[in-house]
């Protein structure tokens, strides 16, 4: 495979690097859509989402403490936020607010319309969040993040600190600003999506033993607290980061590490079968739906920012 800073788009129709492995793939596919790079020289890119209305993405480049903006009509990249407190996760609230994990504030933010930022979560009983990593905002409005310990083991991703807390999952109440633990028992909890009933939450489980999985869980009718955990996706030799559904139930998944032949998006189906794969030059974090009709996915790629239009929409609150 080409060194990442000499890819090249396919000049070919249908672009071979996005494969199927399950007939179920085959309508997900344009034939006349490849993967294109859209910008390149982070350091580690996280955390993209899609801000429709103004026609543009941002991301993290967490080591470089900032948050990056690429313009759809310009094409053009720019700091958004820079210093960015390490930001991770990012994603939009029902409201069309970012919100954004912190590793260096060690909490969770909201962008007010008017720019200013509002502290959502820092604590929980009287102790510091460690890092949190990821986030998604449920219909009902409340928000929830994994917070590992990741942003804290050195000064490379944010500053070196002792956890006071465990490696948990985190809801945030709505209403009464109430934050509660929903997973305590995952290993490195790191992306994070509802299945579009919001009946099901996934979890990247990072630090699995011995290998990586995506767990499942029920959500209980309450809407704020989940049962039945189970594997969902054994990643085996892979790494998965983050990832994002579309409306069919399908998982979108950053993909890579240690193998290079494993870089990319692995799609599964809502069963955990494995149905397809987006080969790209570089690993793959996480990414997000968006563009007009919230059917291009944009895949936060190690040093990149990469593109491509598929035949689905993804779910809302990713």
């Not at 409005?141 to 310990?149: A, E, L, M, Q």
């Not at 999952?169 to 009933?197: C, K």
């Not at 993909?255 to 149905?275: H, N, Q, R």
Request: charged residues 25%.
């Amino acid at each position: 495979m080409n060194d990442t800073y000499d890819w090249q788009p396919s000049q070919r129709y249908p672009d071979p690097s996005v494969i199927s492995l399950d007939p179920r793939f085959e309508k997900y596919k344009l034939p006349l859509a490849g993967v294109e790079r859209l910008a390149v020289g982070c350091r580690w890119c996280e955390g993209p989402v899609w801000f429709g209305d103004g026609r543009y993405l941002l991301w993290s480049d967490i080591p470089n403490n900032r948050i990056m903006r690429w313009d759809e009509v310009t094409g053009k990249t720019s700091a958004f936020r820079q210093p960015s407190n390490f930001s991770n996760g990012q994603t939009r609230d029902r409201q069309g607010r970012l919100i954004t994990c912190e590793h260096g504030g060690r909490r969770v933010t909201r962008t007010e319309y008017d720019g200013t930022i509002t502290v959502l979560a820092d604590s929980f009983d009287g102790k510091r969040l460690s890092s949190p990593n990821d986030v998604i905002v449920k219909s009902d409005n409340s928000i929830w993040f994994t917070d590992p310990t990741f942003g804290i083991l050195g000064n490379y991703e944010g500053n070196r600190a002792e956890p006071e807390l465990g490696q948990n999952v985190y809801r945030l109440d709505a209403d009464t600003g109430e934050l509660s633990v929903v997973a305590y028992d995952i290993l490195g909890p790191n992306g994070l999506a509802f299945s579009p009933d919001e009946t099901v939450l996934y979890v990247v489980e990072s630090r699995g033993v011995p290998t990586r999985k995506i767990l499942a869980y029920d959500v209980n009718v309450d809407g704020a607290s989940i049962r039945n955990k189970r594997v969902l996706i054994d990643a085996g030799p892979g790494t998965p980061d983050g990832f994002r559904v579309d409306a069919d139930g399908n998982l979108w998944c950053g993909w890579g590490m240690g193998d290079s032949e494993l870089d990319g998006v692995m799609i599964f189906a809502p069963d955990g079968t494995l149905i397809g794969r987006i080969i790209l030059p570089e690993r793959c974090a996480n990414l997000c739906f968006g563009g007009r009709a919230n059917s291009r996915i944009f895949m936060a790629a190690s040093h990149s920012i990469y593109a491509l239009y598929v035949n689905i929409p993804g779910v809302v609150g990713g």
